[in-house]
């Protein structure tokens, strides 16, 4: 089995990630369960011989240095795979995340409306935020691909690893690859804004630096696209501005609140009709309301934003969940296993 056979065949069963680990046959992730293919247990040579067979001298010597390595692939009809090596008990092993063929539409994705307005947006911060593995990436790409389609307007992605390859529409789009073609975000980011972009798009707020460059590129008149590791939107505010040190925070709240155009948190959940999976997204709005809380240091008050905001497209995630439930996509029992208020949300759903 080679790698190339490996993604087809992901492929044609409509997985989102494979794991190839020694010992088992490969494993799917289709609709958010992991199955085992069918197939012949890989041993640890076969597993090594089929990762160091893709890898080019510099991607060897890095695994070799770092023990772990993420790089993308690409074939020839344009879809890309994102690759991660890591070593257990001393041998090699893969986890792979497919990227879509193509973007599907925003109906499709059953993103909010808001988020086409966001894509028309001038300048300011966007952030799409939830753990590993929600679709943040494909939401990050829609929002991409949106402004690419409307707007003539130099875009400049800065990703690790690239995963969706953009065409010339409207827009000039400009992908770097992190350890491809820049050496870290902060570095990249930093010289982006000598590159005349409109707008800015960073697969990962990964630290201190690296915000506080996106906070200083949204606040000079670009419109800044990242992702961050959170559960939801009033922790990602706080993630933000907890990332620096207490003296610099003053600071990074009125950056924060001069530049905050929305936070979208995501999380994908079994469809109780089929075993796919519905998008849920909590979508807390840059309005005054809240841009007052964050300078104040009041963060904790977001949340009586977000409850009170849906005349500006703002919506809980209880109140996400409670549409879905009403509407036959999701399950009672996935509801109130996900909302943050299950008493409320008995109330609400009876």
Request: proline fraction near 4%.
């Amino acid at each position: 089995m080679t790698l190339k056979t490996l993604l087809q065949a992901g492929r044609k069963h409509g997985a989102s990630d494979i794991h190839v680990v020694v010992g088992l046959p490969p494993l799917l992730r289709i609709d958010g369960d992991v199955v085992t293919a069918k197939g012949e247990a890989m041993t640890a040579e076969q597993l090594r011989e089929m990762i160091f067979s893709c890898l080019n001298e510099s991607q060897r010597a890095r695994l070799e240095r770092r023990w772990q390595l993420c790089f993308s692939l690409s074939s020839d009809d344009r879809e890309r795979a994102r690759v991660t090596v890591y070593f257990r008990n001393g041998h090699p092993e893969l986890s792979i995340r497919l990227s879509e063929p193509a973007i599907r539409t925003r109906e499709e994705l059953r993103l909010p409306p808001l988020v086409d307005e966001l894509a028309r947006r001038p300048n300011g911060l966007v952030l799409l935020t939830g753990p590993t593995g929600v679709g943040k990436t494909t939401t990050f790409h829609y929002l991409i691909d949106r402004i690419n389609a409307e707007s003539r307007k130099k875009i400049i992605t800065i990703e690790d690893p690239i995963e969706y390859t953009h065409v010339h529409k409207r827009a000039l789009v400009i992908q770097q690859e992190v350890l491809t073609d820049v050496r870290s975000f902060r570095g990249a980011l930093l010289h982006a804004l000598r590159q005349d972009p409109d707008v800015i798009g960073i697969g990962e707020l990964r630290d201190r630096e690296s915000i506080y460059t996106a906070l200083l590129a949204a606040e000079t008149g670009h419109l800044v696209i990242g992702t961050l590791h959170t559960p939801d939107a009033t922790q990602s505010v706080q993630r933000v501005i907890s990332a620096f040190p207490a003296a610099q925070q003053l600071e990074v709240r009125l950056m924060l609140a001069n530049v905050l155009q929305a936070v979208i948190s995501q999380v994908l959940l079994p469809d109780a009709a089929s075993r796919r999976r519905v998008l849920c997204c909590e979508v807390l709005v840059g309005t005054g309301g809240v841009r007052h809380n964050i300078r104040e240091n009041t963060v904790h008050k977001l949340y009586s934003e977000l409850q009170a905001g849906r005349k500006y497209g703002m919506v809980t995630m209880d109140q996400a969940l409670l549409e879905l439930y009403q509407k036959g996509d999701i399950s009672y029992d996935t509801a109130i296993t996900i909302a943050r208020d299950p008493q409320a949300f008995r109330q609400r759903s009876a």
